[in-house]
């Protein structure tokens, strides 16, 4: 592969309402990569509510500037002299960027939850660009048969719902409810229907509705609405904590809401009843490598549907309008 002379960056130095466009297009010198290193020519990145939570100011920066974005594929472009990866392979990089691999967190397998982890698009440069810079050890080899489109979306929406649905622990001819039906959840009531879980899908949106029956969901609904059956487990996706109360009124006894997202407005003061016997709330923070390679191998026999929106890379803008706006079908993802 070739270097270029410059490279094109999305720059998010004062967040702000999406529609003031806080984002900036600047023209950079090639990367270069330190020992550990790789820099990636991107071929695709997904666009996630968290880059938007990230531009609107809704999560407080960890440097200024910072070029959003965590669901990369590409191609080795250059590689530090310590790094395995070599150029021309074909990779995939998520929201994790590095952790300290010798805290308790990290010696457990629950490096997601390391103290001093860094995240791409946050601590350290990500994917709104032509090329990105990432450590080797945070990068993952993926399918060269599979468009590189497709395969954006699962490496934050995927593997964050991956997670979710393990946290969640049901079991086949349990009950799990998905509230809110973006790319996320799409994805997971396709692992949950691998498992053999019956899914009820809660979303206003009828689109969504009839999008989550064609996914093979057992029922939908409104998200104020009992599902036909009380749940084992539900996950919320809506970034907002009302959601919250809606799955824990519809759990049975001893039922978990797994809550998936990295940011709510609040959540309501609620009765006690709602949590009694034993029900629970969990969250999810970040993820590991080993859910990477779990929701890759997954995908590698039973390949997920994935509906890519595409944009250009000069279009991320409006990509993050268009999430705002709620107004776009399937996950977006940005091309050169």
């Not at 308790?104 to 490096?111: I, L, M, P, S």
Request: with cysteine.
């Amino acid at each position: 592969m070739t270097s270029t002379a410059t490279s094109r960056a999305f720059l998010l130095e004062h967040p702000g309402p999406i529609d003031a466009t806080p984002l900036t297009l600047s023209v950079r010198p090639p990367l270069v990569p330190d020992r550990h290193e790789i820099v990636v020519a991107v071929e695709a990145c997904g666009v996630c509510r968290t880059d938007l939570q990230l531009v609107e100011g809704d999560l407080a920066l960890h440097r200024r500037p910072v070029v959003p974005g965590h669901q990369v594929v590409g191609r080795v472009l250059r590689a530090g002299p310590g790094a395995s990866h070599r150029i021309g392979d074909r990779v995939g990089v998520t929201w994790l960027a590095g952790t300290c691999g010798r805290c308790e967190y990290c010696v457990a397998g629950q490096e997601n939850l390391c103290l001093s982890a860094v995240f791409h698009g946050w601590d350290c440069d990500g994917g709104y660009a032509d090329e990105m810079i990432c450590h080797d050890d945070y990068a993952f080899s993926v399918a060269s048969d599979r468009s590189a489109t497709q395969l954006a979306p699962l490496l934050c929406a995927g593997v964050i719902g991956y997670r979710s649905l393990e946290i969640a622990q049901v079991t086949a001819g349990q009950r799990l409810g998905l509230y809110g039906f973006g790319s996320s959840a799409s994805l997971v009531l396709q692992l949950a229907k691998l498992r053999n879980i019956e899914v009820h899908v809660a979303t206003r949106n009828p689109v969504e509705q009839t999008r989550a029956t064609a996914l093979g969901a057992d029922s939908v609904g409104d998200l104020q609405a009992l599902p036909p059956a009380p749940l084992h487990a539900a996950i919320t996706f809506a970034p907002v904590g009302s959601v919250v109360i809606d799955a824990l009124r519809a759990t049975r006894r001893a039922g978990t809401v797994v809550i998936n997202a990295i940011h709510l407005d609040e959540i309501p003061s609620f009765d006690f009843d709602l949590l009694w016997h034993e029900r629970s709330i969990r969250s999810v923070a970040n993820v590991t490598r080993a859910d990477v390679t779990g929701l890759l191998e997954v995908d590698a026999r039973h390949p997920l549907r994935v509906e890519p929106h595409l944009y250009r890379l000069s279009d991320a803008p409006l990509a993050l309008r268009d999430l705002a706006a709620g107004t776009i079908g399937g996950p977006g993802v940005l091309i050169p």
